[in-house]
């Protein structure tokens, strides 16, 4: 009777308190996806345009909680002597991380945005974007562009 309340004790502890589980990291923010990009070229000058809606997947304003702080530009570039492989997958690199202004914003209206650069004859092209947050989460690949450049 006297090590009663010891052996209850340890038995006790390594119980604790709370739920016992593996820790898990902060929910990333969702970030929408640009569904618009589109482009022209004049001479030899690439010209990407797309647009930016101002409401998250979970319909929070971008203006109001800042969770979209930029753009990654992504390009994929061979000759057109190099034949694509078929069922390959394109190989990316960043050409651009570009900031969002954010100021004089309107309510249910679309921040547009553009990219330039000078393209290289006899190439075939495919660029795409990214948005992504402050802390580097990034959203969902946009439409692809794709062309050849003769």
């Known amino acids: 009777m006297k090590y009663l309340p010891v052996i209850s004790i340890i038995l006790l502890l390594p119980m604790g ?12 923010p969702e970030i929408i996806a ?24 979970n ?20 000759t ?21 202004g954010k100021g004089n914003l309107k309510e249910n209206t679309r921040i547009k945005m553009s990219y330039q ?5 006899e190439h075939r092209y495919s660029y795409k974007v990214n948005l992504h947050s402050i802390s580097g989460h990034k959203g969902d690949d946009s439409n692809y562009i794709k062309f050849e450049f003769p």
């Open 80 to 100: 057109l002597t190099d034949l694509p492989c078929k069922g390959c997958p394109l190989l990316f690199k960043l050409v651009a991380d570009l900031e969002i």
């Open 17 to 28: 308190c709370g739920k016992k589980a593996a820790p898990r990291p902060p929910k990333a």
């Open 59 to 78: 319909g929070l304003s971008i203006k109001s909680t800042d969770r979209v702080s930029g753009v990654f530009v992504y390009r994929s570039m061979s």
């Open 117 to 121: 650069e000078a393209l290289k004859s």
């Open 34 to 57: 640009v569904d618009d990009l589109e482009y022209t070229i004049q001479n030899n000058l690439l010209i990407l345009k797309w647009s930016i809606p101002l409401l998250s997947k």
